[in-house]
């Protein structure tokens, strides 16, 4: 009886093996990542954080933090916040109906290899810059054609500013009626098109609050690219200490079901080469 229950055992490992073996599984080691530099392009949360001016914003209130009645130091806090503050991604719900929720966007549109647009010049003088496609087709006759899955990458130098409220955002007012005084670069709605009908990218993001420049009212960028199913990130930090290309990013949210945005982890890897 033994033998017959060692022979079936080996029997089913081979069945297993067999199978693992024809759906593409080998004893290789997984493929890593290149030798190079992590570089964090995410703004901390605190009561600092930069919002919209009509959210309430980032507050954290603490639970507890001390020793318990048992002897031993423990810590908890809750916190609340919009979807949209921070550095954050905007799924494509946020401004298309029927378009993809924060949690059903896929993995790969939110990690990949990255472009790096850089406007920082032309937005140090001009705070309601519009990206453009000029920009892009510079960028190619230099670079090459953006390459198919792209994450985009749209320095305007604005990190810079962050949290100055005025300097990043033109204004430190709340409220409806402070909207009208935003003055920050953005995404020209006609790029946005050029970009969804011309170029196959996975994701855009940049260094300021919006995708949209702080004086739109339509916000045509964000329809635009979002009816394609294209989520924004917005404020992402430290976009001047990448390459024009060849970063690698990794971009994950929190996973709200039925969410039209929310608080978002983004990193790049810069490989040596680069």
């Avoid at 009212?217 to 964000?222: A, G, I, W």
Wanted: net charge negative.
């Amino acid at each position: 009886m033994k033998t017959d229950i060692k022979t079936i055992a080996l029997s089913l490992a081979l069945v297993v093996f067999t199978a693992f073996a024809e759906l593409g599984f080998s004893q290789q080691a997984p493929a890593q990542f290149p030798q190079g530099k992590w570089i964090d392009l995410t703004h901390d949360f605190s009561s600092d954080t930069v919002y919209w001016p009509t959210g309430e914003g980032f507050k954290l209130e603490t639970v507890f933090d001390g020793t318990t009645d048992k002897g031993y130091y423990y810590a908890a806090n809750k916190y609340t916040a919009e979807e949209h503050g921070g550095t954050h991604i905007d799924a494509p719900r946020h401004f298309a109906e029927g378009k993809q929720t924060l949690d059903e966007i896929p993995l790969e549109s939110l990690t990949g290899s990255a472009v790096v647009i850089d406007v920082s010049k032309k937005a140090a003088s001009d705070p309601d810059y519009q990206i453009g496609i000029e920009d892009f087709t510079e960028w190619e006759s230099v670079n090459g054609r953006i390459p198919g899955d792209s994450i985009v990458l749209l320095n305007t130098g604005y990190a810079k500013y962050w949290p100055d409220r005025v300097k990043y955002m033109g204004t430190d007012k709340k409220g409806q009626e402070a909207v009208r005084e935003l003055h920050f670069p953005g995404l020209d709605p006609a790029a946005a098109k050029w970009l969804t009908e011309n170029r196959d990218i996975s994701a855009i993001g940049l260094d300021t609050p919006s995708i949209d420049y702080g004086q739109s009212r339509l916000f045509e960028s964000h329809r635009i690219l979002f009816s394609e199913n294209i989520p924004a990130f917005e404020n992402v930090a430290n976009l001047d200490r990448l390459p024009p290309k060849g970063a690698y990013i990794v971009a994950l949210p929190m996973k709200i079901k039925g969410g039209s945005g929310g608080p978002l982890r983004i990193v790049a890897l810069v490989p040596e080469t680069n």
